[in-house]
């Protein structure tokens, strides 16, 4: 029997689709001789893309969707016809629709004989469907035309560009405008507009290269922050760190299986000395390299390698988008390397100190994915066994919801991938808890067991914040560029409310700096407000003002920020709420 909730998403995907049927019908009165080519309902509403015989602009976008609550109001009725593959590419030649017969030769090639078509009114498009009973059924007033934008016939840069419009759609007018508030949000909070109004990193596409992250000194600062916490408690959890270099000679990535499996993925190769080196995507063949460099025993196990790690990733100029999807990043990586007996604990572990990291970062709220062993594998079955049970106790002893993927797993092993819920309420991948059989297997890694006999370690992959880039653009965004204290790369702004106070205004700045405080003193010539309003822009946690009555009394007036009432306070008594503060990262 349906769910609730699944009957819901499948009528919300029939008005979807349906309305993307009305938007063609619509445009196709505007522009008679254009071409269809695919329009499908996705996660936010639909999209339709066409071939148009003279551009649309947003201007347009007004008289469309008058046309299409004409249509919606008609009470079209969607009547669905089958046709034999033949009748079905004579319709569609002899009305031009190119794309569609391309596609239509494309299913038959498949094995298909028949194909579906969906008529309403007199527009009529080759489709599977489902779709509503009729036009009447889809209100006016849950959707709206959004954007255009560019895309090739079937996203191959060397055919066609097409036009695509894209709309939003809901199931009611409450909803749509609940997604366009929160889409609104979510624009104020984008990281890359905040980067550029904090001044915390910079992308130079033409003489840096696109996807290559230039952090600048607040955005450095805040990323050393995060940093430095996380690796001292990763030197408090056991780990060990290392360091390995930007690139490896073929051979390593040839052992790996790199070059066989993800050589697309890579940068070209560079020529030295007749050798052949390649940048890096991945750290761990090298922390294989580290483990093997002696010999092991059952003794010295777990051993936990921790680097900050560089890798770099060959990706399509379409598909880089600011510091969440880059050519170069860094991960917090880490690899387990344990015995049987040991791996269930390690998991246990491993999982809490994610969760409790995230949580130092205000993320609280969480979903857990369990990924299980897809169809092509490598590794024994006793091992998936294992590993798939102790992922799975974790993952119940959490107390965190989860859900199982099954088949979803990597070739070489199951994984967790752990998954935070924003301020806004985005779903975001950040760490995963991944099993590896192959590499183990491809370096020939070992160690002594109690009886004198050579074993194969149980290798975990690990990253908590997955990449240092991708982490930043989503805390930025979850806090909306309002750092806490303890991450603020000025923590405290001195606004002097004028020149003759100057004097003290700078002793201030010393006994903030001395005691570990980070401050800046405005001493730009503007209004007393003005100066305010900049800091408050900057989102700086404490604005202290000062003037005749401060200096006489050795206190400073504080104006925190997203807090309307300020409030007067010794100097000694406003480093002592900061450093609190400052612990207890709040």
């Not at 930007?246 to 052992?255: A, D, M, P, Q, V």
């Not at 200096?551 to 709420?577: C, H, N, P, W």
């Amino acid at each position: 029997m349906e769910t609730t909730d699944s009957a819901a998403a499948d009528n919300l995907y029939r008005i979807r689709h349906s309305l993307a049927h009305v938007l063609a019908q619509a445009v196709l009165e505007i522009r008679p001789s254009s071409k269809l080519a695919f329009g499908p309902p996705v996660d936010d509403g639909f999209y339709y893309d066409f071939d148009l015989t003279s551009p649309l602009t947003p201007e347009d976008f007004p008289e469309i969707e008058k046309r299409m609550h004409r249509i919606i109001a008609q009470k079209q009725a969607f009547t669905v016809l089958s046709r034999s593959i033949p009748e079905s590419v004579e319709i569609l030649t002899s009305a031009g629709e190119v794309y569609k017969v391309e596609y239509a030769h494309e299913l038959a090639s498949r094995g298909e004989t028949e194909l579906g078509f969906y008529k309403n009114g007199s527009f009529e498009d080759m489709c599977r469907g489902p779709h509503v009973a009729d036009t009447g059924k889809l209100p006016t007033d849950c959707f709206k035309i959004d954007s255009l934008a560019g895309a090739y016939w079937r996203g191959d840069e060397k055919r066609p560009q097409l036009t695509r419009i894209y709309a939003v759609a809901f199931e009611n007018k409450q909803k749509l405008e609940e997604y366009l508030e929160r889409r609104k949000l979510a624009e104020e909070r984008d990281h890359r507009k905040l980067g550029t109004e904090l001044d915390l990193f910079s992308i130079n596409h033409e003489e840096v290269g696109g996807g290559l992250i230039l952090w600048h000194p607040k955005g450095g600062m805040i990323r050393h922050l995060i940093e430095q916490h996380c690796k001292k408690r990763h030197m408090e959890g056991g780990y060990d760190f290392v360091y390995t270099p930007h690139i490896g000679r073929s051979t390593l990535w040839e052992t790996s299986g790199h070059l066989s499996f993800y050589k697309d993925g890579m940068f070209p190769s560079l020529e030295m000395e007749g050798q052949e080196f390649y940048l890096k995507p991945m750290n761990c063949p090298f922390h294989c390299h580290i483990y093997k460099s002696s010999l092991r025993s059952y003794r010295e196990l777990p051993k936990r390698f921790a680097e900050w790690g560089t890798v770099y990733r060959y990706e399509k100029s379409g598909t880089l988008h600011g510091l969440l999807r880059v050519r170069g990043f860094t991960q917090d990586d880490a690899h387990l390397f344990c015995r049987e007996d040991q791996m269930p604990g390690e998991i246990d572990k491993v999982l809490d100190f994610s969760l409790s990291i995230l949580r130092d970062f205000s993320f609280n709220d969480f979903k857990l994915y369990l990924s299980t062993r897809p169809e092509k594998r490598v590794g024994e079955e006793a091992k998936w066994d294992a590993a798939e049970t102790a992922l799975k106790s974790a993952l119940e002893r959490s107390g965190s919801p989860f859900a199982v993927k099954e088949g979803d797993g990597a070739f070489y092993g199951p994984k967790i991938d752990i998954c935070v819920n924003d301020a806004l309420g985005r779903q975001w991948q950040l760490s995963t808890i991944q099993f590896d059989f192959n590499l183990p297997e491809r370096f020939d890694l070992n160690y002594t067991g109690t009886d004198g006999q050579k074993h194969r370690p149980y290798m975990i992959h690990r990253a908590l914040l997955g990449s240092m880039e991708r982490f930043f653009a989503v805390l930025l965004e979850h806090l909306g560029g309002a750092f806490p204290t303890w991450l603020a790369p000025v923590q405290a702004k001195i606004v002097v409310v004028s020149e003759k106070f100057m004097s003290y205004g700078e002793e201030l700045r010393t006994i903030l700096s001395d005691n570990g405080i980070r401050v800046e003193i405005d001493s730009s010539t503007e209004t007393l407000n003005k100066r305010i309003r900049s800091a408050v822009t900057q989102k700086i946690p404490n604005v202290l003002i000062v003037g005749g009555k401060e200096m006489e009394a050795k206190t400073v007036t504080v104006r925190r920020y997203g807090v309307e009432a300020q409030e007067t306070l010794l100097i000694d008594d406003f480093v002592k709420s900061v450093n609190e503060r400052i612990l207890s990262r709040t």
